[in-house]
């Protein structure tokens, strides 16, 4: 993949699988930062040879980073800061 439409990510897709999320949905939610101070966002974007269906949907960040060992053909990483009115 080289990107994803607008609002393409928050539905399912065959383009990609979904993991569990902090609020434990397979589909990304985006940044919902409380309200005050701002809060750090860490986005990681990895390379692999493995196609979609080689991963189960809803693993966790520790169950993914297992079934990467030796399929990571790059990563980056970005980090935000976002607020909130």
Do not use: N, W
């Not at 860490?42 to 269906?53: G, N, R, S, V």
């Amino acid at each position: 993949m080289t990107g994803f439409a607008e609002g393409e990510t928050s539905k399912p897709s065959p383009k990609y699988v979904g993991g569990k999320g902090t609020q434990g949905a397979a589909t990304y939610m985006g940044p919902c930062t409380p309200a005050g101070a701002p809060h750090h966002y860490t986005f990681t974007l990895i390379a692999t040879d493995l196609e979609p269906a080689e991963l189960p949907p809803g693993l966790t960040r520790d169950e993914l980073f297992a079934k990467l060992t030796g399929h990571t053909k790059g990563a980056t990483g970005l980090i935000g800061l976002f607020g909130s009115p």
